[in-house]
């Protein structure tokens, strides 16, 4: 997956025109689909638990925001890349006012870690247009947040999400993805343990040109000593939707696919789009976080070989 960055400026520059010019469509010009979408599983093994119209392709809001932090974050550690380093916010970064949480301003500066948090815990598409423009500059870029996206959606294809499309670095932008894509999505950032820390986190402080200081609360309401990720989101497009992920202690057990002991690490992805409230949204994740580990633990007692269909795993990089 890394590697796929050092290919970025060259593709970038086949795709930058098109995707510039397919962002002025906002999150507000569309109404959500009736029917929600989920799935859930456990991601060690990729079983499937639940899951309904998992493959519809529907708006997802501002859980585009996470996709970028990944990409951001494989930038990040690829290269080495210092995370108080300061950046510049450009331009662009302040085109979208109702999502500018942070209130940035073109020529402001911010550390690439408090852009992070800015861009994950709360719905703030500045700080991920500044992490877009930082990162698609390092990559030598002549557009960088267009360079940005089209690594988004290199990553989504390596990931096999190949019901998403992302048409800009954040989701005030209408991207187009899926509640399985969105799955695998979670599953990768759950195993990149910086970007899960983020994900986790309750509350936050950044700073704007070194001195103002904003509070930051993350949105998801579900974070609890168990539930550790992944991001909520609500617009009139998406309706309400969350990507969330639940982890148990390591267990040494019988591995049903090959006879065996294995031990397992045992988390719970649950992701749902498209929900009427937010409410329904957390009580519909939560459901699914209980009461998939008794799916999980049955499944697994029972050794049941018969629904091998049923399983979504992230491919080997």
Known sequence: MKNTLKACTAAAALVAGALLSSCSQNMFETQAP???????????????????????KRPIGMLANLANAAVAMDWIQSQNVDMNRMVTVPQE?????????????????????????????????????????????????????????????????????????????????????????MALLSMYVANNPSLLAI???????????????????????????????????????????????SRRSSVRRMNPTIGTQSVYAQRLVAVILGMPSSQERYNTAAKFLRDGWNAWEQWVTTYDLKDQTKFLTLPKH
């Open 34 to 56: 009736s029917s929600p979408s989920y799935v859930a599983l456990e991601a060690n093994t990729g079983r499937i638990l639940f899951s309904e119209n998992s493959n519809a």
């Open 93 to 181: 970064a302040t085109q979208w006012q109702h999502t500018n949480l942070l209130g940035l301003q073109a020529g402001d500066s911010i550390s690439i870690r408090d852009a992070l948090y800015a861009t994950v815990l709360t719905d703030d598409s500045a700080a991920a247009t500044t992490l877009a423009y930082a990162c698609g500059s390092a990559l030598g870029s002549s557009d960088p947040v267009s360079a940005f996206v089209a690594q988004m959606n290199r990553m989504a294809k390596s990931l096999t999400m190949y019901s998403t499309y992302f048409k800009g670095c954040h989701g005030a932008v209408v991207s187009q993805s899926s509640a399985r894509d």
């Open 199 to 245: 994900c986790s986190m309750h509350h936050a402080t950044v700073h704007v040109n070194g001195t103002r200081a904003v509070q930051l609360t993350n949105g998801n309401r579900l974070l609890s000593d168990s539930v550790d990720g992944l991001k909520v989101a609500s617009s009139k497009s998406a309706g309400s939707c969350i990507m969330a992920t």
